[in-house]
């Protein structure tokens, strides 16, 4: 929305004549509502089972195909709003965003060009997601995420009487 960045409609050129990220913010939108329901526990809807002695074993099953569907429909969300990030970085070049953004963005695009105009998502929705599954994006920032870490293992705090740590006598 232009109302709330500077990026153009819908992430693509000619926003209206183009349909852009539309279609796939409302997918994203659509697999987030429906974990919603697919969330709702299984054990609500219980039946006995083996003349009353069992009620949630039988329900168990249905649980983890729902758990499944869920973890399915959170890969290729994920997937939706990395290739909505990297359209939204390339509308802001020449300028540069951060080092390991700029290696998530490389390994995005080693699999998926930049959108000019409207063409079948899916294909590309599914190869961010595979991507993910093989761990390319992490791999990709994984460096700079060490590097990170490495560097706050040292007590930054200023220490304060009036601050207290659960543990601490």
Aim: charged share 25%; aromatic share 6%; glycine share 4%.
């Amino acid at each position: 929305n232009p109302a709330y960045s500077e990026l153009p409609a819908f992430l693509v050129k000619d926003g209206g004549l183009n349909s852009g990220f539309m279609l796939a913010h409302c997918t994203a939108a659509a697999l987030v509502s429906e974990n919603k329901t697919l969330c709702h526990p299984a054990s609500v809807d219980s039946l006995s089972t083996s003349a009353g002695t069992e009620d949630h074993v039988s329900m168990g099953g249905f649980a983890a195909r729902k758990c499944l569907q869920v973890v399915r429909n959170v890969e290729k969300v994920i997937a939706i709003e990395l290739l909505a990030a990297c359209q939204a970085i390339e509308f802001l070049r020449p300028l540069k965003t951060t080092q390991p953004l700029e290696e998530v963005c490389r390994v995005v695009r080693s699999k998926v060009a930049p959108w000019d105009k409207d063409r079948y998502m899916s294909p590309d929705i599914l190869a961010v997601k595979d991507l993910l599954k093989e761990e390319k994006v992490l791999n990709a920032a994984r460096v700079y995420m060490d590097q990170y870490h490495m560097k706050q293992d040292i007590e930054t705090r200023v220490f304060s009487p009036s601050t207290f740590t659960m543990g601490e006598q």
